[in-house]
């Protein structure tokens, strides 16, 4: 079974500032994937970042990108120059190449401050 | 091209009720999956839908039951309800054809039992 662990319940940053948010999974499967989401508060969750696990090169969007370290089983969201509207639940999650197995960790909550 | 959409939006029950909450899929996915969010949490998987069978089920008792109808549209029925099945229940889809792509999310039923 895939596990996903995120061991900050909480963070806060300065607004312009860089952050960087932890995730930790465990899983059996040879390839995977993995996700950030983002749920602002009230609104729905929306993919922020995705990285497939065979791939070596770290993905990036825009001010988000991801340090994937596959041996270590760690996958870790940087968000460059935060804004006020960064602020939301962020997820880390996994899952197994079938689209069949998504595992959500338990959370971040980020608060952008002015 | 509308998103997921999910009703009803919120609603109050009693212990020992039965509830039914509805989504539709975004335009062009075949396949939805439900989770349970309690406050503070990280989303639950409940069960997958594809094909109108269930594909897939998470670690929740058979009083959590689904359908999907033939225009991919799904139900969520639980039955008995419990205090502690009060929680955000969001719906997702996806494409079967993309393997583990990304999940679309609705914006939640949440249900309060009293």
């Known amino acids: 079974a895939q596990t996903v662990t995120q061991s900050q319940p909480e963070m806060s940053v300065q607004e312009a500032e860089t952050v960087t948010l932890s995730c930790t999974y465990d899983t059996s499967e040879s390839n995977y994937y993995l996700f950030w989401y983002k749920q602002p508060p009230s609104r729905q969750m929306i993919l922020v970042i995705r990285?497939?696990?065979?791939?070596?090169q770290n993905a990036t969007e825009n001010r988000f990108s991801v340090n994937f370290q596959k041996a270590a089983k760690s996958f870790s969201l940087k968000i460059s120059d935060s804004q006020l509207g960064d602020t939301a639940m962020y997820f880390c999650a996994s899952d197994d190449n079938y689209g069949q197995n998504f595992v959500f960790g338990p959370g971040t909550r980020l608060s952008v401050l002015p | 091209d509308a998103g997921v959409t999910q009703s009803p939006t919120h609603l109050i029950k009693t212990r020992g009720q039965q509830v039914t909450l509805r989504c539709s899929p975004k335009?062009?996915?075949?396949?939805v999956s439900w989770y349970q969010q309690a406050l503070g949490q990280g989303p639950q998987f409940i069960f997958q839908?594809?094909?109108?069978?269930?594909?897939q089920r998470g670690n929740f008792p058979d009083r959590f039951s689904g359908h999907q109808f033939p225009n991919y549209s799904s139900e969520l029925n639980v039955n008995a309800l419990l205090l502690g099945d009060s929680a955000l229940y969001l719906c997702?889809?996806?494409?079967?054809?993309?393997?583990?792509?990304?999940?679309?999310f609705g914006e939640g039923s949440r249900l309060t039992v009293l």
């Open positions: 997702a889809s996806s494409w079967s054809d993309r393997g583990a792509g990304e999940l679309f």
């Open positions: 990285q497939e696990a065979y791939k070596q």
């Open positions: 335009s062009g996915h075949d396949t």
């Open positions: 839908y594809y094909e109108e069978e269930e594909r």
